[in-house]
């Protein structure tokens, strides 16, 4: 029975929690990996991309729930999720081409954009400050659980009990479907060709009649769809701040690297790869031990690692080891 207690407490804190981060991480880590393979540089405004996108989406969110449409048990950001994506491709496309595109003519160094695209990161930072503020915001409505732990507890007669959120749970379907939407695009239509050839060999894709134009607009469209999508269901899930947003871009970094930068299998393995590692290295351990280990040897402290705090420590550790050891990635980085 205390097995099984630690195996629930172990779920309920770490692997539930782990594998809805991971998709949130797997999706963000999916378009820093596309604008990398396709459009050669890591684009460090890609944090306020999922910040506006999502800021817009609580926006719209306060409308509908104003005119007193909501979406029943689900959240009401879902519905308008779609209008965020709609902004934030109009956004990105005015971006590319009002600075971008600029210097893709000229030929620049991926450095070059690197910076170019600090640049807007901070424009974009000041942007989503402006429209929404600098308060924590919780927009999650509808059925907040679809089991507590006090059902689980009464359910199956055991001490510990298994919280399951409903946004941890739509995180994960949404993550699933996102994901197999994507690797059909890529794999299945003629554009997601387009884009694949573009990336594996920009002088042969061109000879072959392939509009680069139409890729980066596409690229950036799709980026769009995956940033907004990451954002709001990370801001579900916990909370929407835009300075959090602007932090989250290590841990996407990290877990886009981790797998093999310009990798999208790699980027959806290094987004669990980063939240699991992370959630373990920062959760407090005794009660799971206290569960598996004889009285006498049951732990006085927390059995905590690190604080919550240093969470995205961890991320930066693992990033700079995976720098130092295996630059590729675990699936080795490569084109799209």
Do not use: C
Request: charged share 15%; glycine share 10%.
């Amino acid at each position: 029975m205390d097995f099984l207690n630690a195996i629930v407490a172990f779920a309920n804190f770490v692997f539930v929690p782990g594998l809805a981060y991971g998709a949130q991480l797997a999706i963000g880590a999916l378009g820093v990996t596309l604008i990398y393979g396709i459009l050669r540089f890591s684009n460090f405004a890609h944090g306020d991309t999922m910040a506006f996108g999502t800021a817009i989406t609580i926006l719209m969110t306060g409308l509908l729930t104003t005119a007193g449409i909501t979406f029943g048990p689900l959240p009401t950001a879902l519905l308008a999720l779609p209008v965020g994506i709609g902004a934030t491709i109009l956004l990105l496309l005015g971006i590319d081409r009002g600075v971008y595109k600029f210097y893709r003519d000229q030929k620049a160094s991926p450095v070059i954009l690197v910076i170019v695209s600090m640049g807007v990161m901070f424009v974009m930072n000041g942007i989503v400050r402006f429209i929404i503020g600098v308060r924590d915001i919780n927009f999650a409505d509808g059925e907040r659980f679809i089991i507590t732990a006090r059902e689980f507890r009464d359910m199956t007669g055991l001490q510990e009990g298994l919280a399951i959120k409903t946004t941890q749970a739509i995180t994960v379907v949404v993550a699933f479907i996102v994901m197999a939407l994507l690797f059909w695009f890529l794999n299945k239509t003629r554009t997601g060709k387009s884009m694949r050839a573009f990336s594996d060999n920009e002088d042969l894709a061109l000879l072959s009649g392939i509009n680069p134009d139409w890729v980066v607009k596409v690229t950036w469209m799709i980026v769009a769809a995956l940033a907004t999508t990451a954002g709001v269901l990370y801001g579900l899930d916990k909370s929407f701040k835009a300075f959090t947003y602007f932090q989250l871009l290590l841990p996407i970094f990290a877990a886009a690297i981790v797998g093999g930068l310009g990798n999208p299998l790699g980027a959806i393995a290094g987004g669990f790869v980063i939240a699991f590692s992370e959630v373990t290295i920062t959760y407090a351990w005794k009660k799971v031990l206290t569960y598996l280990l004889p009285e006498s040897l049951e732990p006085d402290g927390l059995v905590q690692l690190l604080s919550t705090d240093y969470k995205f420590a961890v991320s930066f550790a693992i990033l700079i080891i995976v720098l130092l050891f295996k630059p590729t990635g675990l699936f080795k980085g490569q084109s799209v």
